[in-house]
């Protein structure tokens, strides 16, 4: 039977988002300042177990890792289901 995981991250974009002017910077009392964007981001891993070793932890575990070489990532969290936020209907 097919089971579902569902991650949210929060990684780490490897470029500097904020670029201060020299007078900007000489207004921040810092021997070092860098500011970075974040981004949270939703993986979803659909797997059919084939042996006692695929367990979820070890799913979960060995996704993080190989997602970490590409991205930093700052946190997770792991869902059982995912049931996205629907908006309101507007009132007529």
Do not use: W
């Amino acid at each position: 039977m097919r089971q579902k995981i569902y991650l949210e991250l929060v990684v780490l974009r490897p470029e500097n988002a904020v670029h201060l002017t020299e007078a900007e910077q000489q207004a921040i009392p810092c021997h070092f300042l860098l500011a970075q964007e974040a981004e949270k981001r939703m993986m979803v891993i659909e797997y059919t177990p084939g042996s006692d070793r695929a367990t979820r932890e070890r799913i979960i575990a060995i996704h993080l890792r190989a997602y970490a070489r590409r991205y930093q990532i700052l946190s997770y969290e792991v869902f059982d289901d995912f049931v996205p936020a629907l908006p309101a209907p507007l009132a007529e």
